[in-house]
């Protein structure tokens, strides 16, 4: 599989695990911790999937059409959702611990988290892993 078919599928599970991750949130508890919160099925929660999509969009399209550059600007921009998912599971860990609600209700979100920082992890070796590290690997075995 080429690298540009690896990094379109990694970037595709990451988009769809950061709206997950949305969605989940807006379905916990968290979702009455303010008047910011994202509601389920609000205009809110809508936009906030939306502008996530478009964000993944634009440089993925602009990579798709042979700008090999634009896979820097992704790494940026995944770097950005590694420390966003990372940051919310911690946060989330905490508000469960300290708070009223139990973890359970909260932990099915601290999950969805994790998996989308596991993706983000597993798109920059797709994106950056070298032609020669994987002759080597594949010599070894």
């Keep these: 599989m080429s690298r540009k078919n690896r990094v379109a599928i990694a970037t595709i599970i990451s988009a769809f695990l950061f709206c997950a ?9 968290l979702a ?3 008047a910011a919160a ?31 550059a634009m896979r820097y600007v992704m790494a940026v921009l ?4 590694l420390l966003i ?4 599971a911690g946060f989330i860990l905490m ?9 359970s209700e909260v932990v099915f979100v ?10 983000n992890i597993i ?4 994106a950056f892993r070298s032609v020669a590290e994987k002759t080597s690997a594949n010599s070894l075995t």
Excluded at 78 to 81: I, N, R
């Design 95 to 103: 508000y469960g611990l300290f708070s009223d609600q139990l973890l």
């Design 123 to 126: 798109w920059f070796v797709a």
């Design 38 to 68: 994202n509601q389920f099925n609000s205009v809110g929660m809508w936009s906030a999937i939306g502008m996530i999509l478009v964000m993944y969009f634009i440089p993925f399209v602009i990579y798709m059409l042979g700008v090999d």
């Design 78 to 81: 995944c770097g950005f959702g």
């Design 110 to 119: 601290i999950v969805v988290c994790l998996a989308a920082a596991a993706v």
């Design 85 to 88: 998912h990372f940051s919310s």
């Design 21 to 29: 991750v949305i969605a989940a949130a807006s379905l916990s508890p």
């Design 32 to 34: 009455g911790t303010g």
